[in-house]
């Protein structure tokens, strides 16, 4: 089984404009509605793939019923956490005139220390049948740094992370499988500019000095860095987008592929590829991770491996 698990989910609004202007009325000429947050696209997109899969969530107020109905018509398989504070809503904003995507989020509400026990307590007893572990999102608002720490030291198979900063640098001497930033979140965690290639691979490479197995950073629709505790370096370069829709949830498509992947004993690498085939699926459908699956793996043949020269430790 995969065990999506975080406590960020959102109820999402896409509204669509043929020509989207700033501080002006601007009318849409589409409007819709749709559970979403990187915990609910990844559980998505593992049961998309075929799963077995379980997402666990912290869910509460008017979202709630409209996520539970979203999960049903879906048949996901889920379990949520209730809470007193009401679930985050989202919005994207697409315009079509330049095709551009704006994102209005709301950080994740606080959650009161007894829901955070009640997630914990969840947690450990599904990811003891779990094949594969993604944790993923950002922590609610004073939620302490640790606390994906706590979950993880409870986790006994192979685990994806999808979040940044202190929180990521708290685990990482648990050698969790794959960590995931995108560029943006890996230089927030590494706290330095990441100006140039080498700047990337450098703070790759303190992520597995400190414990990752794996790293992967993705940077939109460039190529996907992938750097390894063996001193293994490669990008991966995407398959030609034939359709861009709405790129939101890409790379929750990503680290649900690779949790799929290797759940069925294919190595990071192939995993990777199949992701970044299921990613250029997600851009194809209006609403995040519900992608077609038909094709990932015909289309993750079109992902180019390029094998990067192997670099110094960081410390040298």
């Not at 720490?149 to 050698?175: K, N, Y």
């Not at 990441?194 to 303190?206: F, H, I």
């Amino acid at each position: 089984m995969i065990l999506t698990a975080g406590l960020t989910p959102a109820w999402q609004q896409v509204m669509v404009f043929d020509d989207l202007r700033l501080g002006q009325v601007n009318r849409a000429r589409e409007a819709h509605w749709c559970a979403s947050g990187k915990v609910l696209n990844a559980g998505i997109a593992a049961h998309r793939l075929g799963g077995p899969s379980l997402t666990l969530a912290t869910v509460g107020g008017p979202p709630l019923s409209e996520i539970e109905r979203d999960f049903q018509a879906l048949g996901v398989p889920h379990r949520w956490i209730l809470t007193h504070s009401a679930t985050r809503v989202c919005t994207t904003l697409l315009d079509r005139r330049d095709g551009t995507i704006t994102e209005l989020v709301e950080n994740g509400r606080p959650l009161a220390e007894e829901e955070l026990d009640r997630f914990r307590t969840a947690y450990a007893e599904e990811v003891a049948r779990a094949d594969v572990a993604v944790v993923i999102g950002s922590l609610p608002s004073g939620t302490r740094d640790t606390f994906y720490r706590e979950l993880l030291a409870l986790t006994p198979c192979p685990a994806i992370l999808d979040f940044r900063g202190a929180g990521l640098l708290s685990v990482l001497d648990l050698r969790p499988y794959a960590v995931k930033p995108n560029r943006e979140e890996l230089a927030l965690t590494v706290d330095f500019p990441l100006a140039t290639d080498d700047d990337v691979w450098r703070a790759m490479r303190s992520l597995n000095e400190r414990g990752a197995q794996w790293v992967i950073v993705t940077q939109g629709g460039g190529p996907v860095w992938i750097s390894s505790a063996s001193n293994r370096r490669f990008r991966l370069h995407p398959p030609k987008a034939r359709e861009v829709v709405n790129p939101i949830g890409c790379g929750d498509a990503l680290a649900a592929t690779i949790a799929w992947a290797t759940r069925n004993g294919r190595p990071l690498l192939e995993a990777a590829r199949l992701g970044m085939a299921a990613a250029a699926a997600n851009l194809r459908q209006m609403f995040p991770c519900r992608f077609d699956t038909s094709r990932i793996e015909e289309e993750a043949r079109d992902v180019e491996i390029e094998t990067m020269p192997e670099v110094r430790s960081s410390n040298s």
